[in-house]
């Protein structure tokens, strides 16, 4: 035996290493740091695609894609060919029999010349009129027969693709079996709206007359959608003629499937179809361009087919509430762009459902939130980003992977006491396993016997960082910086010192506690109002609860405070900011001041009333300013906490 290998051709490869979901997440990361919100972010990742992941294209590679196919559609040909085409057979046919009727000096000649005469003027009109006419040019007969063996492959073409073929010269015993499949059909229909339809029925009607189907549907579902879309392509080619080639096709549509025996099927199909399908485009109109003549059947392909790539568009596009690549059809992908775009859809939903499935991604309520693994993995990216920039030879500014809330060895060792984090000291453990045994070989360790390394105690911080929300911020373009910052700090506290308590407040004309899953999916309040005195209150409440930590307190904003909080708990916004909201906040901020808090306030902006008020907050509170860009932002942050924390 002999065997040939070569490229696998047929779908995904199934040998690939598995999907890297984390390459996918931390690219969503890099718009979420820059201020996206998890849904956009996952947006522009499925419009973009994965770099390097086997080439596969993004949704914007598809529209691009569909778009040309489009555009190449439109300018295929005209749509009125069919028309054009019977008109010049008929020209011909008259003009054969006129040639035949000229030499002959009878008065019977003369007759039929003057019946020839008096045709009507338009196309339709005039192939029903001669319909019983006797011809005596046998070339004339001939041609006129070609035109209506045309008018019935094209009519027939309309509604079925590929029966133009099937009935090439005219064949009684071919049409004769079409009408045995038109009311084999309509009689199925009828069956399946009054529940009778088995699958059974459908494979013995697929068996009989499957030929005349090359889409070659699997059930009923699958042909009434095939032939739905192209009775609804149909309807659309009459809606786009002009009124007079309207009436003229539809009435050599109509006469053409009278003299074939099919009108009463076809009406039946027709309205069996549109009440099954109602949703498609039935009569919109479509404009061609091109200088090509097209076939009915042609046009109707091309009229299908531009159907198919405008909603495969909408669907590609991802714009609408809930949007989801599961909404994009893969039989409207394959039969447009063809095998390679249904792979690298099916690697677009691989992205979004294994984000779910690890557990990156959840819906809630319609709306698509990153989940605390996800938070907790940006928050180190953002982490490194930050570290990145600081100076590599400053000492304790680097990342620590073995992190914990354990200070310094101390030598020395403990009984472990259930709640302790120092380190097991394991030599103790296991020599105290073997005193308890007697000296055996086999040790056996029981609780009495583990003992803890002793460290030197770590103050633990109570930090607060203010992050402002307003609608400045974005309109300065310093809100993501902010947004990356509250990031970097949570994921510093959470590795670096575990025993710290922190909280993250934003800010506008309210203030809120914000989650550290909710970070990630923060944005900012398009309202306005600066409400520090606010913000200023539930760090208070928050120290509090934690008398016996160091405080530390961080206000990240671009402006002074413009709101404050009434008696009855509203907020008030006025601007330029009253003095009453100049007191109240400072009031907070002389509170602070009593609590042994300082205050580390970080400017975004050069403005002069802010830097009059920061310095006001220095002055009472003894704490620093710092004026940092936003691309500088998080280093400084996270350089004054790591400051702060080694001096304590």
Known sequence: MSYRYGEYRDGPDPLAPPYDVRAALDQMGDAVLAGANPTHALRDLLKQGLPGAQDRRGLDDLLREVRRRRRELR????????????????????????????????DDARLRETELDGLPSDTASAIRELSGYRWRSAAAERTFEELRDLLRREVLDTQFRGLREALAGFDPAAMERVRRMMAALNDMLDRDARGEHTQSDFDRFISEYGDLFPERPRNLEELVDALARRAAATRRLLASLTPRQREELGELIGQTLEQAGLGEQMRRLGASLHARRPDLAWNTPERLSGEEALGMGDAVTALEELADLTQLEAALRQDYPGARLDDVDEGAVRRALGRA??????ALRRIERELERQGYLRRQRGRLELTPKAVRRLGETALRRVFSSLDGGRRGDHDQVNAGSAGELTGSS??????????????????????RGGGRTAVSLS????????????TAAAVCLLVDLSYSMALRGTWAAAKQTAMALQALVASKFPQDSVQVIGFSNYARVLRPDELAGLEWDMVQGTNLHHALLIAGRHLDRHPDFE????????????????RDGSAVFEWPPTPETLELTLAEVDKMTRRRATLNVFMLADDERLKEFVNEVARRNGGRVFSSGAERLGEYVVSDFLRTRRAR
């Open 341 to 346: 775009a249904v792979d690298d859809l099916e």
């Open 75 to 106: 300018e295929r040909g005209r749509l009125d060919g069919t028309l054009e085409r019977a008109r010049a057979l008929l020209d011909r046919a008259i003009g054969q029999e006129r040639a035949e009727l000229f030499p002959d000096p009878s």
């Open 447 to 458: 609780v009495e016997d583990f003992e803890v390394a002793e460290t030197e105690r770590r």
């Open 551 to 566: 405080p530390v307190v961080l206000v990240v904003t671009d402006g002074e405070p413009t709101a404050h909080l009434r």
């Open 414 to 435: 403990r009984p472990w006491r259930f709640g302790d984090e120092q380190p097991i000291d394991v030599v103790r453990t296991v020599i105290n396993g073997v005193r």
